[in-house]
């Protein structure tokens, strides 16, 4: 079976895998034919740089982890999928009887595998075996192409869910890349009245302004605080959203913040971070952190299936599995525009 092979840094194979016939189907198992498969910024990291911080990319492991398919095979006990089911996925697996799993914060258990997260292969392969409880079918109005989408939407809604979004907050999302976007449409959908979005990127920006009641900002033409201290009547936000990873958006969360304000790091850090807590202090503001979701793929589903949030416009480009090593060449080139670039798996 071909799969798409990070063999090392910078050097991607498309070659069999010999890894069909070591997955068993358990009995609460299902095995999933691949039918779209998204390129997530981690994917692109661990081509670029073989690894990001504990987790190091020490031999030959499959790429992809934003997936839908197609149920092919149904283990004994599985009683709420059968074959020919479309369905998303969730990638992490925590172990059922640790203790950040029988609290819920199972997203956080230290045993968590995670696909295409060293040493665990990824989705970018013709089939896969899942467990049944993170297995999700979808209705028939939602497409494989936004299926592939439930898993960065994830992260948005576990976002808005952290911050306890009210009717009528206003919020910012530092970063239009496509957690950014995802958090804005959570956003949106759990009660913002407006999202003040910022990135360098004028044509994300241009994309963004389009999904809704979203004020763009570009951070290299105008000074990001005294924009929305402006449109808030020297107020301020009710949450900011830090999707940047970027040191310099990051230290200037408190900023806009409105007192007894939110804040929510989400982006991932190349760098080390710091912020002020005097800044935090006077405004009393709630600082929380995100790491991946837990508990909410079938909000997600719901979500896509009742128009709540569209995530069609977010998905710019589209490659045939063959062209893979070149999406991820594109991807790695960091195209300006562009958001989510999904591979689809021949059927
Ligand atoms: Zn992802």
Request: hydrophobic fraction near 45%; aromatic fraction near 6%; proline fraction near 7%.
């Amino acid at each position: 079976m071909k799969a798409l092979v990070l063999e090392e840094r910078m050097k991607l194979a498309l070659r069999d895998f010999p890894i069909e016939n070591d997955e068993a189907v358990g009995p609460r198992d299902v095995r999933i034919k691949l039918h779209t498969v998204g390129i997530c910024g981690s994917d692109v990291h661990y081509y670029t740089h073989g690894g990001t911080g504990v987790f190091q990319v020490k031999a030959p492991m499959i790429l992809g982890h934003e997936a839908s398919g197609t149920v092919v095979e149904t283990g004994a006990e599985v009683s709420t999928l059968k074959v020919g089911d479309r369905v998303c996925m969730e990638p992490g697996i925590p172990d059922p009887n640790s203790r950040a799993t029988r609290i819920g914060l199972y997203n956080v258990d230290p045993a968590v595998r995670f696909w295409a997260t060293p040493p665990i292969h990824g989705v970018l392969r013709p089939t896969v075996v899942h467990p049944e409880a993170f297995t999700f079918k979808l209705p028939d109005n939602v497409s494989f192409a936004e299926a592939a989408m439930v898993e960065p939407l994830a992260v948005g809604v576990h976002a808005a869910t952290k911050a306890q979004v009210k009717p009528g907050d206003l919020a910012l999302v530092i970063g239009a890349g496509p957690i950014g976007l995802v958090t804005a449409l959570s956003a949106l959908a759990a009660g913002c009245a407006r999202v003040f979005v910022s990135d360098v990127d004028d044509a994300k920006l241009e994309l963004a302004a389009k999904l809704g009641p979203i004020t763009p900002v570009n951070v290299a033409k105008e000074d990001l605080s005294a924009a929305i201290m402006k449109a808030t009547d020297g107020w301020g936000v009710e949450i900011v959203f830090e999707c940047s990873g970027h040191s310099k958006g990051a230290e200037g969360v408190f900023d806009p913040l409105c007192p007894g304000g939110r804040v929510v790091f989400i982006g991932s850090q190349v760098h080390d971070i710091q912020y002020n807590v005097g800044k935090a202090m006077v405004r009393e503001a709630r600082v929380e952190h995100v790491f991946r979701y837990a508990h909410v793929f079938p909000r997600c589903v719901a979500m896509l299936s009742s128009g709540a949030i569209d995530v069609k416009p977010l998905i710019t480009r589209e490659f045939a599995f063959e062209d893979s090593v070149h999406a991820f060449e594109v991807a790695a080139s960091a195209p300006k525009g562009e958001v989510k670039m999904q591979i689809l798996m021949p059927q």
